[in-house]
């Protein structure tokens, strides 16, 4: 995933003038460090974007690493679309605006993380984060109009699993070190089981949840 010039870019979740009645969720924010930003940036970041990135987690208080992506899934950058809920708030709120090539180091409070419960042991209940990031492609993800079309090949306003799974496969391609069919289909049941609300085998432009989609 992406980055980074001392942008000292500070984002919050929700922008709220009045500060009567804020909660300390409302005013924590998502601290953003631009280590390494190319030059040459013509394309950045942005919801409903597929982003393929590697990332480092980290406990904030002790320095702990807890994640490592280049030690999963035998060192594959992460395929994941911007904005939807694949990763945590913190991460969606900091990967925005990125640069193919760029490289942050980020700060997530714990509302925007794993909050008051933690994670699996891993990460402990109200536990600042930080991330190292590395974004390598941003790519038109399923939640824009142009990828919707793209992906409907027969043109019935609706994507069916063999759609899905042919365009998932061309951009696999890209990746330097080609995914296998077990990852690819876990990935494409992953897509259904998250965007096909009605189970009926088919993403409809609602559950595929385009923005404001009124060609379609």
Same mark, same amino acid.
């Given at each position: 995933?992406?980055?980074?010039?001392?942008? %000292?870019?500070?984002? @919050?979740?929700?922008?709220? @003038?009045?500060?009567?009645?804020?909660?300390? !969720?409302?005013? *924590?924010?998502?601290?953003?460090?631009?280590?390494?930003?190319? $030059?040459?940036?013509?394309?950045?970041?942005?919801?409903?974007?597929?982003?393929?990135?590697?990332?480092?987690?980290?406990? %904030?208080?002790?320095?702990?690493?807890?994640?490592?992506?280049?030690?999963?899934?035998?060192?594959? =950058?992460?395929?994941?679309?911007?904005?939807?809920?694949?990763?945590?708030?913190?991460?969606?709120?900091?990967?925005?605006?990125?640069?193919?090539?760029?490289?942050?180091?980020?700060?997530?409070?714990? @509302?925007?993380?794993?909050?008051? $419960?933690?994670?699996?042991?891993?990460?402990?209940?109200?536990?600042?984060?930080?991330?190292?990031?590395?974004?390598?492609?941003?790519?038109?993800? =399923?939640? @824009?109009?142009?990828?919707?079309?793209?992906?409907?090949?027969?043109?019935?306003?609706?994507?069916?699993?063999?759609?899905?799974?042919?365009?998932? #496969?061309?951009?696999? !391609?890209?990746? *330097?070190?080609?995914?296998?069919?077990?990852?690819?289909? %876990?990935?494409?049941?992953?897509?259904?089981?998250?965007?096909?609300?009605?189970?009926?085998?088919?993403?409809?432009?609602? $559950?595929?949840?385009?923005? #404001?989609?009124? $060609?379609?």
């Amino acid at each position: 995933m992406h980055f980074l010039v001392r942008l %000292a870019v500070f984002l @919050s979740l929700c922008g709220c @003038s009045n500060a009567q009645g804020q909660t300390k !969720e409302d005013t *924590e924010e998502v601290k953003i460090e631009v280590l390494h930003r190319p $030059e040459n940036c013509s394309k950045t970041s942005r919801k409903g974007d597929l982003l393929n990135a590697h990332y480092d987690g980290y406990l %904030a208080k002790d320095g702990s690493k807890f994640y490592c992506s280049r030690t999963q899934d035998e060192g594959h =950058p992460k395929w994941f679309v911007l904005g939807v809920g694949h990763v945590i708030k913190g991460l969606d709120i900091a990967m925005m605006d990125m640069c193919p090539g760029e490289k942050r180091k980020v700060i997530i409070p714990p @509302s925007f993380a794993y909050g008051k $419960e933690g994670y699996e042991g891993k990460i402990p209940p109200n536990a600042t984060l930080m991330f190292e990031i590395e974004l390598y492609a941003v790519t038109k993800g =399923p939640r @824009s109009i142009e990828t919707f079309k793209q992906i409907d090949t027969d043109n019935d306003r609706q994507l069916s699993k063999a759609e899905i799974e042919l365009y998932l #496969q061309k951009d696999f !391609e890209k990746d *330097e070190k080609p995914r296998d069919k077990s990852y690819q289909k %876990a990935v494409l049941e992953d897509i259904f089981k998250k965007n096909d609300h009605n189970g009926d085998g088919f993403i409809s432009p609602k $559950e595929y949840n385009v923005h #404001q989609h009124d $060609e379609l």
